[in-house]
C-alpha cells in the first residue's frame, strides 16, 4: 500500500495544480498528485474533514479519504484521495434521459444513507456553528457566528437573528413581522437534526458515464433541518430537467417557505 504524506511542504503546495483557479470560496484545491487532494484557506473548517470521516464510517456514499486535516494560523488544511469521474455539470447536458434518471436514483439512495445519521445540536459535525445558507446574508459583510443551537425554537430564533443581521443597521421592518412569526413557528414540534450536505449542486456530484463516483464539498455540511437539503439542493438548480428529477428524491413540502425566508434575506444584501 502506497504511504500517504501526513504534512504537505510548501514546496509541494507551490508546485500543486489548482483544480479551481476561479474558486470564489474562499479555498483552493490543490492536486497535491494523481490521487491526493488538498482543500487548503482561511475557510476551510475541520467539521468538513469530521463529515468525511463520518460518512466513510457510516455509509456507502463515495466521498474522499481524509489523509490528514489541521489548521496553521487559521487556515485550514485537509488532505485528501481524490474522487475519480467528472463534475456532473460538465456531461449532464450530453447525458440520455435514463442515464440522468440513473444518476439521480443513485444519489437518492445515497442522501438517504446519510439523512439516517442524526445528530444531537443544529451545527457543523464538530460541534461548530450553522454552515447553513440562510445564516450567510450579512448587510454589513461581518461574518457572524450562529449556533450550535440545541433545540428546533432556538434554531428558529437564530433564523430570525440572521434576518435582522441582513437589514440595514440590524433593524427588522414592519413588512418582516408576518414572516418572522412564522419563521419562529416553523417545524416547532420537530426536533429532528439530520446530517446535511448543505450545497449539493451538479458541481459536487462526480460521475463516470451514468455512475455516480463521488459527493464532494461537505464544507457546507451539518446537523440541520429536514427540509434543508431540498431547499439547497433546489435552490441553485437552473436546469428545468434536473429540477424536476431532484425533486422525485426529497421531501419538497416546505421548499416555498424557506425560498420565502432566503429570498428576503437576498433581497437586501444581494448575497
Same mark, same amino acid.
Given at each position: ?14 508546485? #500543486?495544480?489548482? !483544480? ?12 497535491? &498528485? $494523481?490521487? @491526493? +487532494? ?12 469530521? #463529515?468525511?470521516c !463520518? ?12 489523509? &490528514? $486535516?489541521y @489548521? +496553521? ?27 440522468k ?15 439516517q445519521i ?63 412569526e ?15 450536505h ?56 416546505e ?17
Amino acid at each position: 500500500m502506497r504511504h500517504q504524506p501526513s504534512i504537505v511542504t510548501l514546496e509541494e503546495i507551490r508546485s #500543486a495544480k489548482d !483544480l479551481c483557479p476561479h474558486s470564489m470560496g474562499g479555498c483552493k484545491i490543490l492536486e497535491i &498528485n $494523481a490521487s @491526493t +487532494i488538498l482543500k487548503v484557506g482561511p475557510m476551510v473548517q475541520m467539521g468538513e474533514a469530521e #463529515a468525511l470521516c !463520518l460518512l466513510r464510517k457510516r455509509t456507502s456514499v463515495p466521498v474522499p479519504e481524509v489523509f &490528514n $486535516a489541521y @489548521t +496553521i494560523a487559521d487556515i485550514g488544511f485537509i488532505l485528501m484521495s481524490k474522487i475519480p469521474g467528472i463534475p456532473l455539470e460538465q456531461c449532464w447536458k450530453d447525458l440520455t434521459r435514463d442515464a440522468k434518471s440513473s444518476i439521480v436514483r443513485q444519489l437518492g439512495g445515497f442522501i438517504r444513507e446519510w439523512r439516517q445519521i442524526e445528530g444531537p445540536f443544529f451545527g457543523s459535525i464538530d460541534g461548530g456553528s450553522c454552515e447553513d445558507v440562510l445564516f450567510q446574508h450579512s448587510w454589513d459583510a461581518k461574518p457572524r457566528r450562529y449556533g450550535p443551537f440545541l433545540t428546533r425554537k432556538e434554531f428558529n430564533q437564530g433564523v430570525v437573528e440572521a434576518l435582522r443581521n441582513s437589514r440595514p443597521n440590524a433593524q427588522l421592518t414592519k413588512r418582516d413581522k408576518p414572516l418572522v412569526e412564522r419563521i419562529l413557528v416553523s417545524g416547532d414540534q420537530d426536533e429532528t437534526k439530520v446530517l446535511t450536505h448543505g450545497d449539493l449542486h451538479q458541481s459536487n456530484i462526480t460521475v463516470n458515464g451514468n455512475v455516480v463516483t463521488g459527493i464532494i464539498d461537505w464544507g457546507a455540511a451539518g446537523y440541520s433541518i429536514s427540509a434543508r437539503e431540498y431547499f439547497c439542493l433546489r435552490w441553485q438548480a437552473l436546469d428545468l430537467e434536473w429540477r424536476d428529477l431532484i425533486s422525485t428524491i426529497l421531501d419538497v413540502d416546505e421548499y416555498e417557505f424557506w425560498a420565502e425566508v432566503n429570498q428576503s434575506m437576498v433581497d437586501y444584501t444581494g448575497i
